[in-house]
């Protein structure tokens, strides 16, 4: 399991199958496709960039240790 962090380290999501990103209730919020990262809506939410994920305007969103 990969668990993913906001910016003030509070725990957010995780990720099981390195594909699919669920909260801490199990319930999908999003899914990773050709290095961004989606909510369910289909609506780019950032990019993957080694272990952070980046908002559009280039900022931290998620990271995982």
């Known amino acids: 399991m990969t668990k993913y962090f ?3 380290g509070t725990y ?3 990720t099981t199958d390195g ?3 669920f909260n801490d209730d199990a319930q999908p ?3 990773f496709s050709n290095g961004f990262l989606y909510d369910l809506k289909g ?3 950032g990019h ?3 272990k952070r994920i980046l908002d559009k ?3 931290p969103l998620y990271y995982t240790e």
């Open 6 to 8: 906001d910016s003030k």
């Open 12 to 14: 957010k999501a995780y």
């Open 19 to 21: 594909q699919h990103l």
């Open 29 to 31: 919020i999003g899914y």
């Open 43 to 45: 609506t780019a939410l």
């Open 48 to 50: 993957v960039k080694g």
């Open 57 to 59: 305007s280039g900022q």
